[in-house]
């Protein structure tokens, strides 16, 4: 949603966005299945695909990942035109990373700092140094990383018009 409001020579702009995203996707890539066409029928490749003689087929089970976010985003932006040559943009936007749900816990943080200390999984306790996973001690949640509100994006422009008279 956004509004604007001009008054002598600013145009001010505010806006937002608030989205939940709400995803099952496949993240096996092989789960459609997959043809394999090599040259063991005539020799060639693309012969043995065009006479649908395949080498081999593979396929997986789905990787079926269920992922839920919060999208958020706020600005505040004006226009000022400063003279007849001179024009000043300028803005600040907020858009926090809320993190996605993995809401069947397929997920897995990696930590430098725990490996260093020596620290092991306690859900999976032969996963390698540094892992940890939903149940463990410290993880976040089913997100596998913290929420971050502190995203801040400042915008700044100016146009500049050489001849004053308006025209690009």
């Keep these: 949603m956004d509004a604007s409001l001009s008054r002598g020579a600013h145009q001010w702009a505010i806006g937002g966005a608030l989205e939940w995203i709400d995803s099952n996707s496949n993240a096996n890539v092989t789960s ?3 043809f394999t066409f090599a040259n063991q029928c005539t ?3 693309l012969a043995d695909f ?6 081999s087929f593979t396929q997986s089970t789905p990787n ?5 976010k919060w999208y958020m985003a706020m600005y505040v932006a004006d226009t000022w035109k400063l003279n007849q040559r001179w024009t000043l943009n300028y803005g600040l936007r907020w858009e926090p990373d809320l993190a996605e749900t993995i809401t069947l816990g ?3 943080t990696y930590s430098e700092q725990r490996r260093t200390a020596g620290i092991r999984s306690t859900v999976f306790t032969k996963a390698p140094l540094g892992f940890y996973f939903p149940g ?8 596998g990383r913290d929420r971050n509100w502190a995203i801040f994006a400042p915008r700044f422009g ?3 018009d050489v001849k004053g008279d308006g025209r690009t």
């Design 106 to 108: 397929r997920v897995a």
């Design 64 to 68: 079926t990942d269920y992922m839920r």
């Design 50 to 55: 065009l006479l649908g003689r395949p080498s």
């Design 32 to 34: 459609s299945g997959s």
């Design 136 to 143: 463990d001690p410290g993880f976040p949640d089913k997100r």
């Design 158 to 160: 100016f146009a500049w």
């Design 43 to 45: 020799g060639f490749p």
